[in-house]
Each structure stands twice: as structure tokens, then as C-alpha cells.
């Protein structure tokens, strides 16, 4: 079982940068892949980066490559997302996510999710 909580989150203008937390509890969690997904209101959940166990492999979708970097501390049990440029198009709520098997851009893949922290960018 691994618990996860998200922190971080806020109100920042187009251009800014934001660094998202996740803490993890559960002994297991460092052979856990792990993933950052986002929802916008009204639109579906979408995959943004994902990160191996070991962290030494990292996956981002297209439209946050370069912007954004995924990384963990498996000491702390943490996942990090910061998020560089940001623009009115990431305001979303921004979930951290578990996955004992390997990291993949599938929501359905992933086991344990957190409750969400909400990032807007105000143009």
C-alpha cells in the first residue's frame, strides 16, 4: 500500500515556475514507477511526465517536454515535478501517482493516486 499526498500548487503568472511535491508513504515505495497526471475543468485526465524506480529514466508528454522535469529522492520517499514556463494551458489540477510495475503514459496503469494539487497560471 502506498499513500501519496501532493503539495505546491498555487496561483502564478504565465512565464513563472512551480515545483510540485509528492510525499509517499509505504515501504514499498521506492520500487514503485511513478507519474505526475493533470485535469483541466472539462476535459479528461492526461498523462504529463513519469519516472522510473531507480529514476534514472524520465517520460514527458509533448506538450510540457522542455519545460518541465520529473525527479525523485527515494531517501525522502519524493517525487518532484518542476514546472518552468508556465503557461494559462497547465491551470489544472495536478495529481502524483504509483505504479509497481514500469512507468508508463497510462493512467490505468497506475495503482495509488494522491488527492490533487491545483496549479493556475493567470495570463
Known amino acids: 500500500q502506498v499513500q501519496l499526498v501532493e503539495s505546491g500548487g498555487g496561483l502564478v503568472q504565465a512565464g513563472g515556475s512551480l515545483r510540485l511535491s509528492c510525499a509517499g508513504s509505504?515501504?514499498?515505495?521506492?520500487?514503485?514507477?511513478m507519474g505526475w497526471f493533470r485535469q483541466a475543468p472539462g476535459k479528461e485526465r492526461e498523462f504529463v511526465a513519469a519516472?522510473?524506480?531507480?529514476?534514472?529514466?524520465?517520460y514527458y508528454a509533448d506538450s510540457v517536454k522542455g519545460r518541465f522535469t520529473i525527479s525523485r529522492d527515494n531517501a525522502k520517499n519524493m517525487v518532484y515535478l518542476q514546472m518552468n514556463s508556465l503557461k494559462p494551458e497547465d491551470t489544472a489540477v495536478y495529481y502524483c501517482?504509483?505504479?509497481?510495475?514500469?512507468?508508463?503514459?497510462?493512467?490505468?496503469?497506475?495503482?495509488?493516486w494522491g488527492q490533487g494539487t491545483q496549479v493556475t497560471v493567470s495570463s
Open positions: 501517482a504509483a505504479n509497481h510495475g514500469i512507468a508508463t503514459r497510462v493512467e490505468y496503469d497506475y495503482d495509488y
Open positions: 509505504g515501504r514499498t515505495f521506492s520500487s514503485h514507477a
Open positions: 519516472i522510473t524506480w531507480s529514476g534514472g529514466t524520465a
